[in-house]
């Protein structure tokens, strides 16, 4: 894909030379000084009761872990139900590229394996939606504000998958991704819920990362078409893939106040310099080249230089946008609308249980 072009097309339808050797985090790299200090549109924090709120902090200070039942300023509520509910939807709609391939897999084993991922999204989905739940909001308005467009998931998913190389690259580059920024919160996040839920899917998108760049490395050793299909994959997935991180530091208004609370330790340039410095050796291991003429190695940082991301595109995307937004959520509602019979039959159901229950502990 060229620079700045948002392409159309069918939404539907411990050596880091060793491709098959993963490691989630990098060892630290020195980042540009992120600059928090401007944030444009953070909303203010209501006022809070000054003791609690410095009880809060100094347990924020010491490391410890935020429970649901523990008190927290209602900032701080507010920032979590955002970031999981946000994550949760990326999750779910995340399912719909990949499955887009589930039918044409060129294999049994490729197809075993791609099922699996996407349930595995599946799960992730669904394991923080109930995080966000313990932070007092239903789901069910979580999910109707995704169906109805209100709520924003990664803009990474609005992008169409092209060709079956494109499902390798997006367990390379997004799950890789993913793992760089989600292992920071398994490791950090003072949302003791959101930080457990996080050990669990690291460990299974570690898994899905490593499926992606073998089926890639298996491509780039290919014919001459494997290997330029790898190539077209890696080219119009590069850029977009920077952008999950989220928009520079300077511009982001909600880092600022989710670092202070402990909710994210490193900002959106930091993990994106952390995966580009992951990411440049594996290309360089499998014979791909990244998109990017300014990619360069700085001695000086330890960090891999790179060009400037095209943040019209990415704010485009987020937008309403992108190549595929209004396939992924027309597919949501279609998925949401053909579910109705499973939730009504669950509720049923349980509310049979609940009779039976109740009637056993008259008859006792
Ligand atoms: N796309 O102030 P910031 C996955 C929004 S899971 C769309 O910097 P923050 C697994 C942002 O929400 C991928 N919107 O925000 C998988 C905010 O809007 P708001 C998801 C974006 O929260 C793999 C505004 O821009 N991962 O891939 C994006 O500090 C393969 C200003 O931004 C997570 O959610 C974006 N890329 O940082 C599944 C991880 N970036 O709410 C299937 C947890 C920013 O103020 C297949 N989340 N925005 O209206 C995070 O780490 C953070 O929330 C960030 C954003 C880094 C995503």
Request: some cysteine.
């Given at each position: 894909m060229?620079r ?11 050596n880091?030379l060793?491709?098959?050797?993963f490691r989630p985090?990098?060892p630290?790299?020195?980042p ?5 200090v401007?944030t444009p549109?953070?909303p203010a924090?209501?006022?809070?009761d000054p ?7 100094a ?7 935020i429970?649901?039942k523990?008190?927290?300023p209602e900032r701080y509520r507010?920032?979590l139900?955002?970031?999981m509910?946000?994550?949760a939807?990326?999750e779910?709609v ?5 499955g887009?391939?589930i039918?044409?897999?060129?294999s049994?084993?490729?197809k075993?394996?791609l ?6 999204e599946?799960?992730h989905?669904?394991?923080i ?15 109707a ?11 990474i998913f ?10 390798g690259?997006i ?5 890789g991704a993913?793992?760089?920024n ?12 959101y ?7 690291c460990?299974?998108e570690?898994?899905?990362k490593?499926q992606?760049?073998?089926?890639i490395?298996t491509l780039a050793?290919?014919?001459?078409e494997q290997r ?10 590069w850029?977009p893939s920077?952008?999950m991180?989220?928009?520079s530091?300077a511009?982001?208004p ?7 609370w402990?909710?994210?330790k490193?900002s959106?340039d930091?993990?994106r310099q952390r995966?580009?410095n992951?990411?440049?050796p ?6 791909l ?9 700085n001695?000086e940082?330890?960090?891999?230089d790179f060009?400037?991301?095209d943040?019209?595109?990415f704010?485009?995307v ?5 190549p ?5 959520l027309?597919?949501?509602?279609r ?5 109705a019979w499973v939730?009504?039959a669950a509720?049923?159901?349980a509310a049979?249980q609940a009779g ?9």
């Open positions: 060229r700045g072009i948002l392409v159309r097309g069918p939404c539907r339808p411990p880091p060793s491709p098959l050797d985090e990098l630290p790299v020195t540009p000084a992120p600059q928090l401007s549109t953070a924090a209501p006022a809070e003791v609690k709120l410095a009880e809060f902090e347990r924020i200070a010491r490391g410890e872990s429970e649901p523990d008190w927290m507010r920032q139900v955002r970031m509910s946000q994550h939807h990326s779910i995340g399912m719909l590229p990949e887009n391939w039918t044409r897999a060129p049994l084993r490729r075993l394996s099922l699996a991922k996407v349930q595995d599946a799960g989905g669904l394991y939606y109930c995080g966000a739940e313990t932070l007092g909001v239903d789901r069910g308005e979580l999910v504000d995704l169906l109805s467009g209100k709520a924003k998931y990664s803009s609005n992008y169409p998958t092209l060709t079956w190389a494109d499902v690259v367990g390379w580059f997004v799950d993913a793992i760089v989600q292992t920071a919160l398994a490791k950090h996040c003072s949302y003791g819920p930080k457990r839920a996080m050990v669990r899917v460990k299974e570690n898994f899905h490593k992606g760049f073998e089926s490395a050793a290919g014919t001459p330029r299909m790898a190539q077209d994959a890696v080219d119009r997935w850029w920077l952008m991180f989220g928009p530091d511009d982001s909600n880092s600022a106040e989710l670092m202070r402990g909710i994210k490193y959106n930091e993990l995966f580009v992951l990411t440049v594996q290309a360089q291991a499998v014979g080249t990244l998109p990017d003429p300014a990619l360069a190695y001695p940082t330890g960090n891999w060009g400037p991301i943040w019209d595109e704010w485009a987020v937008k309403g946008d992108g595929c937004n209004a396939d992924r027309a597919a949501r509602n998925a949401h609308d053909e579910g939730r009504d509720t049923a159901h049979k039976r229950a109740a009637g056993a502990a008259r008859a006792a």
